[in-house]
């Protein structure tokens, strides 16, 4: 007895057929390449991009300015009612003791660990706590702070916004000796 199948099912069968040597073919024919090393892309340079940019609205990768940020307070954006400041506290170096009676604030670790005291006098700092990477610290009106570099071997990087804006617009101090200098 003799079958006949239509063309279609020849086609079909013949493409299985194929498809399944091929298959049977690239396994037994398998090399090993050599293993290549992976490499993560450098993080984009942003440091054109670190500075004053005025009451404009604005959209940029929090994390990387505040890491490459060289200095100890470089003025991000100042608004009518709130500024954005990055810093980078050294080792060995901290914000400094101080009080605002009328600025609120808010800082996030983006690297580094420090360490943060906070109360409600000079002399009683009642809260100390060790932060790292994706902290936040609020500092209310009228508390006593200090925010201080705990690491050895790297500097503490901070993105603080105050509320009102605490210093002038465009604001660059490379060091903490040159804040103090134009505090005083």
Known sequence: ??????????????????SSC????????????????????????????IREHNDAPM??????????????????????QSQMTLMSIPVGDDVGLE??????????????????KMGDAKDNLSMVKEVGPGDGIIIPLSTWHNVINASD??????LSIYAPVEH??????PTHADAMEEEH
């Not at 199948?5 to 069968?13: F, N, Q, R």
């Not at 298959?23 to 991009?49: C, F, G, L, M």
């Not at 959209?59 to 009518?80: C, H, I, M």
């Not at 009676?101 to 943060?116: L, M, N, P, S, W």
Request: with cysteine.
């Open 59 to 80: 959209v940029f990768d929090a994390e990387q300015f505040t890491k490459q940020n060289p200095n100890y307070r470089t003025s991000l954006w100042t608004g009518k």
């Open 168 to 173: 002038p617009a465009g604001t660059v101090q």
């Open 1 to 18: 007895m003799r079958v006949t199948l239509p063309l279609c099912a020849v086609t079909l069968i013949g493409a299985v057929a194929l």
């Open 99 to 116: 009080c605002h009676d009328d600025v609120e604030q808010f800082f996030i670790v983006y690297a580094g660990k420090g360490t943060v």
């Open 153 to 158: 071997s790297e500097p503490l990087k901070l």
């Open 22 to 49: 091929d298959q049977k073919a690239n396994t037994t024919e398998q090399t090993t390449e050599p293993a290549t090393e992976v490499v993560a892309a450098p993080a984009p340079d942003y440091s054109a991009e």
